[in-house]
């Protein structure tokens, strides 16, 4: 890896959200599992994730297998999550949640360090979590204003 972006078969650089570009720049279901392992050993160690880390079950087993599953199909891979758990709502299935702009902070930091540590092209890295961010804030304005 160069840190550059790698290109397509016909020498253009990826357009990330277009097609699998994504899915396949996050290196598929292997690279997305290894970017949602990083994501939950950070949250475990990071003394301002703490707060987040408790919402969460002490074993995190099933909140990683669900967070790839879903990153996969958001990534426009395939459809992971809604094969084993059903379809679901972003916004909904954090709606019992007290998710102020802390949280939805620690939340990214955890994911920017996680993403630090893949060997993504730099561009892809930054698209990325400019568009995770997406989801954040709306997951955060809906735990304010609940559905
Ligand atoms: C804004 C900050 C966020 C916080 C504090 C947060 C926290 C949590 C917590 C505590 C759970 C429940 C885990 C469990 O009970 O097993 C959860 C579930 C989940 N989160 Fe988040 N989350 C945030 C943002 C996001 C974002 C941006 C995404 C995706 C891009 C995401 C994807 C998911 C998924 C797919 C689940 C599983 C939902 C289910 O199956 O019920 N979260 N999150």
């Known amino acids: 890896m160069n840190g550059s972006a790698p290109t397509d ?7 990330y959200g277009v097609g699998d570009a994504s ?18 050993r950070i949250m475990d ?15 995190l087993s099933q909140s990683r297998d669900k967070l790839t599953r879903f990153l996969c199909g958001w990534l426009n ?13 972003l ?18 930091a955890c994911m920017e360090r996680a993403v630090a540590e893949q060997a993504y092209p ?3 890295a930054a ?3 400019r568009e995770l961010a ?9 735990s304010r204003d609940p559905l």
């Open 9 to 15: 078969s016909d020498g253009a650089a990826p357009q």
């Open 23 to 40: 899915y396949r720049a996050a290196g598929g279901r292997k690279g997305v599992t290894r970017l949602v392992d990083a994501f939950y």
């Open 45 to 59: 160690e990071l003394p301002r994730a703490q707060t987040i880390r408790r919402m969460h079950p002490n074993d």
């Open 77 to 89: 891979g395939p459809s992971l999550y809604a094969e084993k758990y059903g379809p679901i709502q």
């Open 91 to 108: 916004p909904r299935a954090h709606a019992h949640l007290r998710i102020g702009p802390d949280e939805r902070d620690a939340w990214l």
């Open 122 to 124: 730099a561009d892809f």
């Open 127 to 129: 698209y990325l979590l």
């Open 134 to 142: 997406v989801p954040a804030q709306r997951i955060m304005t809906v």
